[in-house]
């Protein structure tokens, strides 16, 4: 019962979506267009950059917040906080409310790694950073993520439980990011670069 506590509370939390909440306040389902995810990035191409951020820091935060409830909560399941936190990543991904079309996780699994250690986390971003500079492609960094930190993190836990379920995130991440693998293949995909510095315009059409 308290694993799926664990879980149901990791889940629920992770379903808020600010991303699709302030979507939605402006009259526009932020999945109908941009990626067609609701998650911080198409936040950002559909409303600009002080939005796109501020719903990464919720996502982030969300993510902080289950790993730390879940911790203490839960003292005796030993992998509580990790499962806690991966739950949350799919709760983002596959919330109830939104008939589970979600985010893609990216930013929730950003603060999984953040609570973990926050030194793993500097050095991911770092590392993250120039992936998405080098590749121009925002895609390669969830993909990137999901696969080196459960391997990092079974290295320095040897925690079987929590290894796992950061390996069932990983495959749910990367599932959802094919179809941004085959956008690349077609040269629709949206680059990096162009996404983080263009002008939005305020034209009736750019909403």
């Known amino acids: 019962m308290q694993y799926v506590a664990c879980i149901l509370s990791g889940y629920l939390i992770g379903s808020f979506n600010p991303s699709y909440i302030i979507g939605m306040i402006k009259g526009k389902d932020i999945r109908s267009s941009g990626s067609g995810n609701a998650g911080a990035s198409n936040a950002l191409m559909h409303f600009g950059k002080g939005i796109g951020i501020l719903c990464a820091i ?35 991904i596959f919330p109830f409310y939104m008939g589970f079309r979600g985010g893609k996780g990216l930013a929730c699994y950003g603060g999984l790694v953040l609570m973990f250690d926050w030194r793993v986390f500097l050095i991911f971003l770092a590392f993250e950073a120039a992936v998405a500079f080098i590749t121009n492609y925002i895609c390669f960094v969830p993909i990137t993520a999901c696969v080196t930190f459960p391997i990092v993190y079974a290295v320095m836990t040897r925690d079987i439980v929590g290894t ?44």
């Open 164 to 207: 796992v379920f950061l390996l069932a995130v990983a495959l749910v991440m990367l599932y959802k990011h094919l179809i941004n693998i085959k956008r690349i293949k077609n040269g629709t995909e949206a680059k990096f670069k162009e996404t983080l510095f263009k002008k939005r315009s305020h034209s009736p059409k750019a909403e």
């Open 58 to 92: 919720c996502d982030i935060l969300k993510a902080c917040l289950v790993v730390w409830l879940c911790g203490r909560l839960f003292p005796d399941i030993s992998s509580a906080a990790m499962i806690g936190g991966c739950a949350c990543s799919l709760g983002h």
